[in-house]
């Protein structure tokens, strides 16, 4: 049975996205391989599963079935966003207009929500208003700047600039010894979550090294998952705090050292610039460890 859907929605989405929301029962694996077998095609043509579907695109599935393509009852949890949560994420708001807002993402909470997760960003910003979105991710121990658009249209604009590379992003961490160079590039092949290779490139710069303990900026021109933590092990200078690739340090029990320290990036022909101060955990260790702390005005980002 050929079934023709004619796409009304007036904003663009990935043609997987659009089928799951159709039919929720369908996995990426089974979209993807019917896509391959030209099962699934877009305006009468081969496709891929990023592609975008348009306004007026028609969608034609040429081996529908009811018993392939169904429905199935998503039970979804009742997420309650306490006061104290909502408090603290107003507090962390660095920027906003009617537009954007900028937030100073705190540690121990997820970005995103997931089958272990009970609070994330995702969910308090929802709460706030319902067109509020993420543009960009931050692993949960991670802290710093994270961007979110308060309407599809900022969405789309901030999905493209970091798609095109035009936000530039600096992290600061702290770090196990120190790596050969001052200051370089590094070009590491990463596999991602379903084992395949993708390549990475950061720059980084060497800020003071004191007690076997090394600052480090970070300004990755790729954004692969833990890229900045593979990075480090890969220099020999694995992060402070990193349970994963630094399990073994005698400082893995301190909480992750890594923080997403500015965003620059250009709106509306002006050239901005946030900037999120190291969090209280960062200033402690500095402070416990005799190490010296890096003022603001002391790192060059125009530097790399």
């Given at each position: 049975?050929?079934k023709n859907i004619k796409i009304k929605e007036n904003y663009e989405v990935r043609l997987d996205k659009y089928l ?192 076997g303990i090394s600052q480090l900026l970070y300004n990755p021109k790729t954004g692969k998952t833990h890229q900045l ?39 509306n022909n002006k050239l901005v610039e946030y900037v999120a101060d190291l969090p209280d955990h960062f200033i402690t ?20």
């Amino acid at each position: 049975m050929i079934k023709n859907i004619k796409i009304k929605e007036n904003y663009e989405v990935r043609l997987d996205k659009y089928l799951k929301n159709l039919y929720t029962s369908l996995t990426q694996s089974f979209i993807e391989k019917n896509i391959r077998k030209k099962n699934i095609l877009i305006n009468n043509r081969r496709t891929t599963s990023n592609y975008l579907v348009k306004f007026n695109d028609n969608l034609s599935i040429l081996n529908f079935h009811d018993q392939l393509y169904k429905n199935r009852i998503i039970y979804k949890k009742n997420i309650k966003i306490s006061k104290k949560d909502l408090i603290k994420f107003n507090k962390s708001i660095i920027f906003q207009n009617n537009d954007f807002l900028v937030l100073n993402k705190w540690d121990e909470i997820a970005t995103q929500g997931g089958s272990k997760i009970n609070i994330s960003i995702d969910h308090i910003i929802k709460t706030i208003n319902s067109n509020y979105r993420l543009v960009h991710r931050l692993d949960k121990q991670t802290t710093g700047l994270l961007l979110i658009a308060k309407n599809l249209k900022y969405a789309k604009y901030f999905s493209t600039l970091f798609k095109k590379k035009y936000i530039k992003k600096f992290y600061i961490a702290l770090c196990e010894g120190a790596p050969k160079n001052k200051m370089s590039q590094v070009n590491l092949i990463i596999k991602n979550k379903k084992l395949k290779t993708e390549n990475s490139i950061t720059n980084y710069k060497l800020l003071n090294t004191k007690n076997g303990i090394s600052q480090l900026l970070y300004n990755p021109k790729t954004g692969k998952t833990h890229q900045l933590r593979i990075v480090s092990k890969n220099l020999g200078c694995p992060i402070i705090g990193d349970k994963k690739y630094n399990a073994l340090s005698k400082l893995r029990k301190e909480k992750l050292m890594l923080h997403a320290y500015s965003l620059k990036f250009s709106i509306n022909n002006k050239l901005v610039e946030y900037v999120a101060d190291l969090p209280d955990h960062f200033i402690t260790f500095i402070k416990e460890n005799n190490l010296t702390l890096i003022k603001n005005s002391q790192i060059y980002l125009d530097s790399f």
